[in-house]
């Protein structure tokens, strides 16, 4: 990988990465606010999956960061953004036009997302990396 490629995936981590630490930051400070929303959209075993989903989002977000297992961190921040697209931005069961516009365009955004981290999980971590880091020592 050239130069360019590995600094464009440590940049599109870093920015990756942030994407899901600090809103797993944000639900730790408002759980019972994010309880209540997730609880609107009838989502079950809410206490079990919201500290799920905090530890996924800082640890798997952290992992990209760093470039450690990051391919595994990426594809479990990808299924992860894809369960809660289903429950959260479920844009196909919205009534109200503006809330289905609105949900429709964060159902697509997060799809986005996925893409990025299906890239990352198939690609790697790049040269910038514990990942890489660590390969390096054990040869």
């Keep these: 990988m050239s130069y360019l490629e590995n600094t464009c995936l440590l940049v599109g981590r870093l920015l990756m990465g942030l994407y899901f630490i600090l ?9 019972a606010g994010t309880s209540a929303y997730m609880a609107s959209h009838d989502v079950p075993m809410i ?4 500290v799920l989903t905090i530890i996924i989002q800082l640890a798997a977000g952290t992992a990209i960061v760093v470039g ?10 990808a ?3 894809i369960a809660i697209s289903v429950y959260m931005h479920n844009f196909w069961a919205v009534t109200i ?5 609105h949900e429709t365009q964060n159902f697509f955004k997060n799809m986005g ?8 999980s198939a ?5 910038f ?3 890489n880091k660590l390969a390096r020592v054990r040869s």
């Design 23 to 31: 809103p797993g930051i944000g639900k730790v400070a408002d759980f």
């Design 47 to 50: 206490p079990f999956l919201l």
């Design 68 to 77: 450690f297992r990051g391919k595994w961190a990426a594809l479990l921040l």
């Design 79 to 81: 299924l992860l953004t």
């Design 97 to 101: 036009e503006a809330d289905k516009a």
């Design 113 to 120: 997302i996925v893409a990025g981290l299906l890239m990352v």
């Design 123 to 127: 690609l790697g971590t790049g040269n």
């Design 129 to 131: 990396s514990l990942d």
